[in-house]
T-cell receptor
């Protein structure tokens, strides 16, 4: 299996600022995913982050708003830029691990934008 | 294109009675299917997964699900509900073509009455 950690676990931010969320996996993984879970909603995939290439964004999400870095096979960051209250959500990262036919999820980062 | 539909947004059962959470999927391929649970203010936990082996899948905490290709269903059941089962449940379909992308259902909130 895999253990995935995220930092910060929660934050309260002011409108117009940016927050970078870190995701660390305890083993090397090819793909990492970032999801958004808006209040009372399901999870929506933001983007797929592969090491050594630019992230692939899903419809409705753009790099300027959610820039992603993937510097190595165990780490990724998601930045939520120029935040507005509508960005208040839980952001989760996940990764499929070789040999396991499933994704493992981090605990999430609960973001509140005032 | 793949999709998953959770037929009930809310389900209420009495403690000790059976639980049935319904999920239908649409997939061009032979899918991988999952059920995750999310307790309030907690992370996602995998209950069980179907990956083209046995059609009746047993998971943790007494839950099980049956893959029925003819009905394109993957309903989650438990013989006897416990108060601790109260949570949000997500049915997920995964792209088996190698991208490992998950598509989440909209979720079913299970309420267990004393």
């Amino acid at each position: 299996s895999a253990v995935i950690s995220q930092k910060p676990s929660r934050d309260i931010c002011q409108r117009g600022t940016s927050l970078t969320i870190q995701c660390q996996v305890d083993s090397q993984v090819t793909m990492m995913f970032w999801y958004r879970q808006q209040p009372g909603q399901s999870l929506t995939l933001i983007a797929t982050a592969n090491q050594g290439s630019e992230a692939t964004y899903e419809s409705g999400f753009v790099i300027d708003k959610f820039p992603i870095s993937r510097p190595n096979l165990t780490f990724s960051t998601l930045t939520v830029s120029n935040m507005s209250p509508e960005d208040s959500s839980i952001y989760l990262c996940s990764a499929p691990v070789a040999g396991w036919n499933e994704q493992f999820f981090g605990p999430g980062t609960r973001l509140t934008v005032l | 294109a793949q999709s998953v539909t959770q037929l009930d947004s809310h389900v209420s059962v009495s403690e000790g009675t059976p639980v049935l959470l319904r999920c239908n999927y649409s997939s061009s391929y032979s899918p991988s299917l999952f059920w995750y649970v999310q307790h309030p203010n907690k992370g996602l936990q995998l209950l069980l997964k179907y990956t083209s082996a046995a059609t009746l899948v047993k998971g943790i905490n007494g839950f099980e699900a049956e893959f029925k290709k003819s009905e394109t269903s993957f309903h989650l059941t438990k013989p006897s509900a416990h108060m601790s089962d109260a949570a949000e449940y997500f049915c997920v379909v995964s792209d088996p073509s190698g991208t490992y992308k998950y598509i989440f259902g909209t979720g079913t909130r299970l309420k267990v009455l004393a």
